[in-house]
């Protein structure tokens, strides 16, 4: 990521703009992902590093636009399974960390990580570190283990909610992840309320 310019990624209908300090991936372009992603793994939408040495894990789910499916609303829907819908998203988040840590233990298995990248890991500023390939995902896997971790939904509902009817749902998925992530930190953000200072847009 270029440290003049904010990085930008299309998803969901929507344009993320990211600080210009973090370095941020989107997951399933990554060729790591693209290796399991035949095995039922379903990673989140965005990997970053933010400038204050903490790792986001971004899910990213935009209603705004969408349409009923078989007759059903898709907002109707996570009202009445609220918890159903906040275990999809829990899974996304875990599968997330199985990744990370198995990127860690491939890279461990690597003569020229043990004898070269490892070593300049604790020689090398983080922000030069994580410009790498390696850096990155070893930065991650010890943030991670550190829980220096910030859990994002980035969750777009539209107008076709009422404010209360919101508050109450954002309440009722937020309890889940709490008792499911403890350790680690949870937010929901969307574009009224965005997480730090990224920003998001309608594509």
Same mark, same amino acid.
């Given at each position: 990521m270029s440290s003049a310019s904010s990085t930008s990624y299309p998803e969901s209908g929507l344009l993320f703009s990211f600080p210009?300090?973090?370095? =941020?991936?989107?997951?399933?372009? !990554?060729?790591?992902y693209r290796y399991v992603s035949g095995y039922g793994i379903k990673g989140v939408d965005f990997i970053g590093i933010t400038e204050e040495k903490r790792l986001v894990l971004i899910e990213v789910k935009n209603y705004t636009d969408r349409f009923p499916q078989d007759g059903i609303d898709p907002i109707q829907k996570i009202k009445k399974a609220p918890l159903d819908f906040a275990e999809q998203i829990t899974l996304k988040f875990e599968d997330s960390f199985s990744l990370i840590n198995g990127i860690h233990r491939f !890279?461990?298995?690597?003569?020229? $990580?043990?004898? &070269?990248? /490892?070593? &300049?890991? !604790? *020689?090398?500023?983080? $922000? *030069?570190?994580?410009? $790498?390939?390696?850096?990155?995902?070893?930065?991650? $896997?010890? &943030? &991670?283990k550190n829980h220096q971790t910030d859990l994002v939904l980035w969750l777009e509902l539209g107008t076709k909610i009422s404010c209360d009817a919101e508050k109450k749902l954002k309440q009722e998925i937020a309890s889940y992840f709490k008792k499911e992530f403890k350790s680690?930190? *949870? =937010? *929901?953000?969307? /574009?009224?309320?965005?997480?730090q200072k990224i920003e998001a847009h309608l594509n």
């Open positions: 210009k300090n973090w370095r =941020v991936f989107k997951f399933d372009d !990554h060729r790591f !890279h461990q298995k690597q003569t020229w $990580y043990r004898w &070269l990248a /490892r070593p &300049l890991l !604790h *020689i090398l500023p983080q $922000y *030069i570190s994580m410009k $790498y390939d390696w850096g990155f995902w070893s930065i991650s $896997y010890q &943030l &991670l680690k930190s *949870i =937010v *929901i953000a969307n /574009r009224k309320n965005p997480f």
